[in-house]
């Protein structure tokens, strides 16, 4: 399985390929302030010319549903807190288990915001995200507190790029959002660079064993901060963003007859 795959498969039938794709990191380069965060210029344009053409584009990230919307919209899929939201066309799902931990998950932020300060919590109502890219000091102290928090509230911590992660318990990883999105497509291909994109990769894999798509690829971008098991889980490697860009733009060019 590998990019030539899919680039053939989309030239083929490009109603049933899938294309999925993380943001930060993926789409955008990685910088301290992650409020700051966009995709490089011409990527936004690219997956919206390829939503017209394949059978689902969808963006899987952390991140949550407004802050994707700013850069993407329909027909491009939103799929935000690692499924816990999701746009489609002008509707917006929310998780049964996201709305029943919202209280938990709002007390919660208060205490990490006392402990850690404002500018190191990014509180996304239904999750949270404590960073310490900007206080690598700090990342044993937070680390700790989030276990205890998990222990103590019955919330799931997670490791994520430089932070650390709380959601409602075994809610929902990008792995579930691309086997609810697969539905239907024989081809599909998933692009990421950290761990939480890791169950995605395993469910391409899977899909791909149990017969369900006939070609997929798992394409890594690949960072310092990149963990050995998605070079196993990955079929193509790539350095860069703007090497993201150009698959999406040969992508294109196989669709086009
Ligand atoms: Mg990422």
Partial sequence: MSLDEVYAAVANDPGRCALFTDLDGTLSDIIDDPAL???IAGAG??????ASVLGTVAVVSGRPVAFLE??????????GLY???????????????????LPVMSQTADEARELFGIESVEDKRYSLTV???RSADDATRIEQWTRDTASRTGLDARSAKMSVELH???SRSKGDVVGDLLVGMRTAMYIGDDVGDLPAFAKLKHAAESGQVDSYAAVLVA????VPEMHELATDVVDTPEDVLRILN???EAATP
């Fill in 250 to 252: 040969t992508i294109a």
């Fill in 37 to 39: 965060v966009e995709p």
């Fill in 45 to 50: 344009d690219a997956l919206a010319g390829l």
């Fill in 83 to 101: 499924g816990l939201e999701h746009r489609t066309g002008d509707r917006l799902l929310i998780d049964s288990a996201a709305l029943e931990w």
């Fill in 168 to 170: 409602p318990p075994s």
């Fill in 223 to 226: 960072n310092h901060e990149t």
């Fill in 131 to 133: 960073h310490y890219r």
């Fill in 70 to 79: 700013r850069f993407f919209s329909a027909p491009i899929e939103l799929s």
